[in-house]
């Protein structure tokens, strides 16, 4: 809910910008990022690349990213 109303807040301050979720871990001496809306198993899939030996590097990041 928190979450949510943030990027309800950040939309309206500022409109011409977007968000991405998502986090990343190392695997194999690469950065994997995982993407995905809220509810699409992407901290699920996380959590088992750590069970198989990744490294967490970020979780639940939020970005938001302006636009020209």
Not at 30 to 55: D, H, N
Request: a positive charge.
């Amino acid at each position: 809910a928190l979450h949510r109303e943030i990027r309800l807040l950040v939309g309206v301050a500022a409109p011409n910008s977007f968000c991405l979720r998502g986090g990343a871990v190392l695997w194999r001496g690469r950065a994997l990022v995982v993407l995905g809306p809220e509810g699409a198993g992407t901290s699920t899939l996380l959590g088992r690349l750590v069970g198989a030996g990744a490294q967490p590097l970020a979780y639940g990041a939020y970005q938001n990213y302006a636009m020209d």
